[in-house]
């Protein structure tokens, strides 16, 4: 049935011509809720061609029939003039007998079993809509939900495929006669637009106090008096709320703080365009860029002066880089426009490190204890989304934490394409879950921590929204080989259900990560350098060179064995790493070092009994080659930090000191090797630095020095495991590997070696890409058995 007849339009495609062809195209990829059969219907008008257009759960179907030369136009123009949210993977073109008939018409929906459709993520409001936005003479201006086929809430409010307004949470607005004429328009930008709305016949927003009360009056122009007198106001944003409070008060931002229970933890900073960002950090082509791209991220940025001009310390405390992201929603360019262009915080709107808010009902009773008032609204979020953070390294983007803008846009794998569905669960830290089915690797929103039972109840509802939009039932599900993680056991759950196990060690999976990104296969050298990891010999592994391919991986090189006394604790308390590698390094001598101090320095007695640990080893004192743990060693030691208050806070600061030093004023300290696995002997180079750092040398020399010494040490490392094993090819992965002096350094004395480096981009290099590592080799395990016939 023809929801738009075009027959009758006068404007309507030419009464069919003699000698015409007809030809369907079949087009996969992000094409629903991107303004695509619109684009579709503009162009078969333009080149006068008859025929339909139909999305199906399964892609986009047009059949147009006219003379070849307008339809060789046509189908150029399919793919070259695409709207700007699509991504199309493919084409497929069956050339059909002509049928004669007239006009171009939208045929409704239709579902097909098994089949789905990527989905377009969230989209950051449009210059178009913005222009409206703020235009006083249009119908919508300042109209908090304005959006159009170019932008505006997707992937958080839809329910099913296809994407329809039924099947999202817009189905409880019904049109006006305005906004339903838009829609049935297919010249307008707003054709076929499903969350589209105005103020006669849409979600509105309102204030609520802190106890509850409705608050009358405009609710942005409320919302934002709140925010300027530094109150701290809960937002609901696209994937859920957010706690706003304005940047530049020292003192909103500590109660926030205070009441969010986050002491250090940098906070993101809105701003209302490029330019106000500029005031706040450097900003450079990229960066711009990325900002006012329609993922809308995060972007963590240098700051522009040691004070970070007008924002307020306890913003980001101690570190040089600041997260700034502009408006993405109407409702945040309005809050922006009326706080008179104030930076303001948006920050998760949870408790520590639980997951979002997403209802209001959830967020009063959640964050009533936080927000001194609530910016609502009635349009409901379906799927929960927090913000995106990415990085800029040497000009290339780095996805940091992947969720709102990014997701489910999926990683393409060639060669995977007929492997059965993998359902791979992720690490414990910082989880993800990815669906691997058809080539396609669909990596879940960051869901965080799964030690919060409200965790795993994300982790849960995420997965299961997964599996039913990508129509998947995974035929083998895959886990790190940790036995204790949270993931681990959700898989256990599904191999007790007859899915095959497919068990991927941690860093394997890192290096498989950047493997699947790039389409590599083996062997690759891997440097996987991160805080921990279940190790195949049952030590903690985290410093470590793989020779890998995608299905397994052979352990070539690793950083010098340390204890960590007292376990997982030495995340937390770097001191005792720092005690740990002075043991070994002959250091030592049992009381704590004189030049030693500051905040967070242990006494003599604490000193005495870690050092106890050490030389007991065993159970309290664990081995572990860990590359984070040796960061926070010599941060500890250099008087940067003996305490990380958030997660490596301790190795950003260290990072950040050695920035402030001029690369060419940095010394490389060799750092041994030798053995077989290759050994590398960082407690020699932890050693020298200490000494150098005894005699009086500047932490900051020492923390460049650190850096560069072993950069320079893994290049030499990879050169050498390369060259014995004749591969060329190596791959940087791990939550290390986020520090951006490092693997630049890195990067380039490698590429001087000859050696070509591949990193993350799609994914965050940090536990966020295990799962996409761990689906691609347990894929690659199944085409290797059934190419093998076994
Ligand atoms: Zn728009
Ligand atoms: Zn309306």
Same mark, same amino acid.
């Given at each position: 049935?023809?929801?738009?007849?075009?027959?009758?339009?006068?404007?309507?495609?030419?009464?069919?011509?003699?000698?015409?062809?007809?030809?369907?195209?079949?087009?996969?990829?992000?094409?629903?809720?991107?303004?695509?059969?619109?684009?579709?219907?503009?162009?078969?008008?333009?080149?006068?061609?008859?025929?339909?257009?139909?999305?199906?759960?399964?892609?986009?179907?047009? #059949?147009?029939?006219?003379?070849?030369?307008?339809?060789?136009?046509?189908?150029?123009?399919?793919?070259?003039?695409?709207?700007?949210?699509?991504?199309?993977?493919?084409?497929?073109?069956?050339?059909?007998?002509?049928?004669?008939?007239?006009?171009?018409?939208?045929?409704?929906?239709?579902?097909?079993?098994?089949?789905?459709?990527?989905?377009?993520?969230?989209?950051?409001?449009?210059?178009?809509?913005?222009?409206?936005?703020?235009?006083?003479?249009?119908?919508?201006?300042?109209?908090?939900?304005?959006?159009?086929?170019?932008?505006?809430?997707?992937?958080?409010?839809?329910?099913?495929?296809?994407?329809?307004?039924?099947?999202?949470?817009?189905?409880?607005?019904?049109?006006?006669?305005?906004?339903?004429?838009?829609?049935?328009?297919?010249?307008?930008?707003?054709?076929?637009?499903?969350?589209?709305?105005?103020?006669?016949?849409?979600?509105?927003?309102?204030?609520?106090?802190?106890?509850?009360?409705?608050?009358?009056?405009?609710?942005?122009?409320?919302?934002?008096?709140?925010?300027?007198?530094?109150?701290?106001?809960?937002?609901?944003?696209?994937?859920?709320?957010?706690?706003?409070?304005?940047?530049?008060?020292?003192?909103?931002?500590?109660?926030?703080?205070?009441?969010?229970?986050?002491?250090?933890?940098?906070?993101?900073?809105?701003?209302?365009?490029?330019?106000?960002?500029?005031?706040?950090?450097?900003?450079?082509?990229?960066?711009?860029?990325?900002?006012?791209?329609?993922?809308?991220?995060?972007?963590?940025?240098?700051?522009?002066?040691?004070?970070?001009?007008?924002?307020?310390?306890?913003?980001?405390?101690?570190?040089?880089?600041?997260?700034?992201?502009?408006?993405?929603?109407?409702?945040?360019?309005?809050?922006?426009?009326?706080?008179?262009?104030?930076?303001?915080?948006?920050?998760?709107?949870?408790?520590?490190?639980?997951?979002?808010?997403?209802?209001?009902?959830?967020?009063?009773?959640?964050?009533?204890?936080?927000?001194?008032?609530?910016?609502?609204?009635?349009?409901?979020?379906?799927?929960?989304?927090?913000?995106?953070?990415?990085?800029?390294?040497?000009?290339?983007?780095?996805?940091?934490?992947?969720?709102?803008?990014?997701?489910?846009?999926?990683?393409?794998?060639?060669?995977?394409?007929?492997?059965?569905?993998?359902?791979?669960?992720?690490?414990?830290?910082?989880?993800?879950?990815?669906?691997?089915?058809?080539?396609?690797?669909?990596?879940?929103?960051?869901?965080?921590?799964?030690?919060?039972? #409200?965790?795993?109840?994300?982790?849960?509802?995420?997965?299961?929204?997964?599996?039913?939009?990508?129509?998947?039932?995974?035929?083998?599900?895959?886990?790190?080989?940790?036995?204790?993680?949270?993931?681990?056991?959700?898989?256990?759950?599904?191999?007790?259900?007859?899915?095959?196990?497919?068990?991927?060690?941690?860093?394997?999976?890192?290096?498989?990560?950047?493997?699947?990104?790039?389409?590599?296969?083996?062997?690759?050298?891997?440097?996987?350098?991160?805080?921990?990891?279940?190790?195949?010999?049952?030590?903690?592994?985290?410093?470590?060179?793989?020779?890998?391919?995608?299905?397994?991986?052979?352990?070539?090189?690793?950083?010098?064995?340390?204890?960590?006394?007292?376990?997982?604790?030495?995340?937390?308390?770097?001191?005792?790493?720092?005690?740990?590698?002075?043991?070994?390094?002959?250091?030592?001598?049992?009381?704590?070092?004189?030049?030693?101090?500051?905040?967070?320095?242990?006494?003599?007695?604490?000193?005495?009994?870690?050092?106890?640990?050490?030389?007991?080893?065993?159970?309290?004192?664990?081995?572990?080659?860990?590359?984070?743990?040796?960061?926070?060693?010599?941060?500890?030691?250099?008087?940067?930090?003996?305490?990380?208050?958030?997660?490596?806070?301790?190795?950003?600061?260290?990072?950040?000191?050695?920035?402030?030093?001029?690369?060419?004023?940095?010394?490389?300290?060799?750092?041994?090797?030798?053995?077989?696995?290759?050994?590398?002997?960082?407690?020699?180079?932890?050693?020298?630095?200490? #000494?150098?750092?005894?005699?009086?040398?500047?932490?900051?020399?020492?923390?460049?020095?650190?850096?560069?010494?072993?950069?320079?040490?893994?290049?030499?490392?990879?050169? #050498?495991?390369?060259?014995?094993?004749?591969?060329?090819?190596?791959?940087?992965?791990?939550?290390?590997?986020?520090?951006?002096?490092?693997?630049?350094?890195?990067?380039?004395?490698?590429?001087?070696?000859?050696?070509?480096?591949?990193?993350?981009?799609?994914?965050?290099?940090?536990?966020?890409?295990?799962?996409?590592?761990?689906?691609?080799?347990?894929?690659?395990?199944?085409?290797?058995?059934?190419?093998?016939?076994?």
């Amino acid at each position: 049935m023809a929801v738009t007849a075009a027959s009758a339009d006068p404007d309507s495609p030419c009464a069919p011509t003699i000698g015409a062809e007809r030809r369907l195209f079949t087009v996969h990829g992000v094409v629903q809720g991107v303004g695509f059969r619109p684009f579709v219907w503009t162009l078969a008008h333009r080149y006068a061609l008859a025929g339909s257009v139909r999305n199906t759960s399964g892609a986009v179907v047009v #059949e147009v029939e006219g003379p070849a030369q307008a339809l060789d136009s046509f189908a150029a123009d399919l793919v070259g003039r695409a709207p700007p949210l699509s991504r199309i993977d493919d084409v497929r073109t069956v050339k059909l007998p002509s049928r004669g008939e007239p006009g171009f018409v939208i045929l409704e929906s239709r579902g097909i079993e098994g089949a789905y459709q990527p989905i377009a993520p969230d989209a950051g409001t449009c210059a178009d809509c913005v222009g409206e936005l703020f235009d006083p003479a249009d119908r919508r201006h300042r109209y908090p939900f304005i959006n159009c086929t170019n932008c505006g809430p997707r992937f958080t409010i839809i329910e099913d495929v296809p994407y329809d307004r039924a099947l999202t949470t817009m189905r409880h607005f019904t049109m006006c006669a305005l906004c339903s004429s838009e829609y049935a328009d297919p010249s307008n930008r707003r054709f076929h637009a499903q969350p589209n709305a105005c103020a006669d016949c849409g979600p509105r927003a309102w204030v609520c106090d802190a106890a509850g009360g409705p608050v009358p009056g405009d609710a942005v122009a409320a919302a934002g008096a709140r925010l300027l007198s530094g109150a701290i106001v809960a937002v609901k944003g696209l994937g859920g709320f957010q706690l706003a409070v304005r940047a530049d008060d020292e003192a909103a931002v500590r109660r926030l703080r205070d009441r969010k229970r986050r002491p250090a933890k940098p906070f993101a900073v809105m701003a209302s365009g490029v330019d106000a960002a500029r005031a706040l950090a450097h900003v450079g082509e990229p960066e711009a860029r990325v900002l006012a791209s329609s993922a809308r991220p995060i972007v963590l940025l240098r700051a522009a002066h040691p004070g970070r001009g007008t924002l307020a310390e306890a913003v980001a405390p101690g570190l040089d880089e600041v997260g700034v992201m502009l408006p993405s929603t109407p409702l945040h360019h309005l809050l922006l426009d009326v706080v008179g262009g104030v930076p303001l915080v948006m920050t998760s709107g949870n408790v520590s490190d639980e997951p979002i808010a997403r209802d209001n009902a959830e967020a009063r009773e959640r964050l009533g204890g936080i927000a001194d008032a609530f910016l609502l609204h009635d349009r409901d979020i379906y799927a929960r989304y927090d913000d995106s953070v990415v990085r800029i390294v040497d000009g290339r983007e780095h996805v940091v934490r992947r969720a709102r803008g990014y997701c489910p846009l999926p990683v393409s794998i060639a060669g995977a394409e007929g492997a059965a569905a993998v359902l791979a669960l992720g690490a414990h830290l910082k989880n993800t879950f990815c669906i691997l089915r058809d080539g396609k690797a669909f990596v879940g929103p960051h869901i965080g921590d799964l030690d919060h039972p #409200e965790s795993l109840r994300h982790q849960d509802e995420a997965l299961t929204t997964y599996l039913r939009l990508f129509r998947t039932a995974p035929a083998a599900v895959a886990a790190d080989t940790h036995p204790d993680y949270a993931s681990t056991r959700i898989a256990e759950s599904w191999w007790a259900k007859g899915s095959r196990q497919e068990r991927v060690q941690h860093h394997h999976a890192h290096i498989a990560s950047v493997m699947a990104e790039h389409d590599l296969r083996g062997p690759v050298l891997g440097v996987a350098f991160d805080g921990t990891g279940f190790g195949e010999d049952g030590t903690i592994w985290g410093g470590e060179f793989l020779l890998c391919d995608e299905t397994d991986f052979q352990r070539v090189g690793h950083l010098a064995p340390v204890v960590q006394p007292g376990g997982d604790r030495c995340a937390r308390e770097g001191w005792r790493m720092a005690l740990a590698y002075l043991r070994v390094a002959g250091l030592d001598d049992g009381e704590v070092p004189g030049w030693l101090g500051g905040e967070g320095c242990p006494d003599q007695r604490r000193w005495r009994l870690v050092g106890r640990l050490v030389a007991a080893g065993g159970i309290g004192a664990p081995v572990s080659t860990s590359a984070g743990r040796l960061f926070d060693a010599v941060a500890s030691l250099l008087g940067v930090a003996h305490v990380s208050t958030f997660e490596a806070s301790a190795a950003m600061r260290l990072e950040a000191l050695a920035r402030t030093v001029p690369r060419d004023r940095a010394a490389t300290i060799p750092v041994p090797r030798g053995g077989s696995p290759l050994v590398l002997d960082t407690p020699a180079l932890v050693a020298r630095l200490t #000494e150098e750092r005894g005699a009086g040398a500047e932490p900051a020399a020492l923390a460049a020095t650190f850096h560069e010494s072993l950069a320079a040490a893994v290049a030499d490392a990879c050169a #050498e495991l390369a060259g014995a094993a004749g591969v060329t090819r190596v791959a940087l992965s791990g939550g290390v590997f986020q520090n951006a002096l490092l693997l630049a350094r890195t990067s380039a004395l490698l590429s001087e070696r000859s050696l070509r480096v591949f990193v993350n981009h799609a994914v965050p290099a940090n536990d966020g890409g295990v799962s996409l590592g761990q689906a691609f080799v347990a894929a690659s395990r199944s085409a290797t058995r059934w190419r093998g016939g076994s």
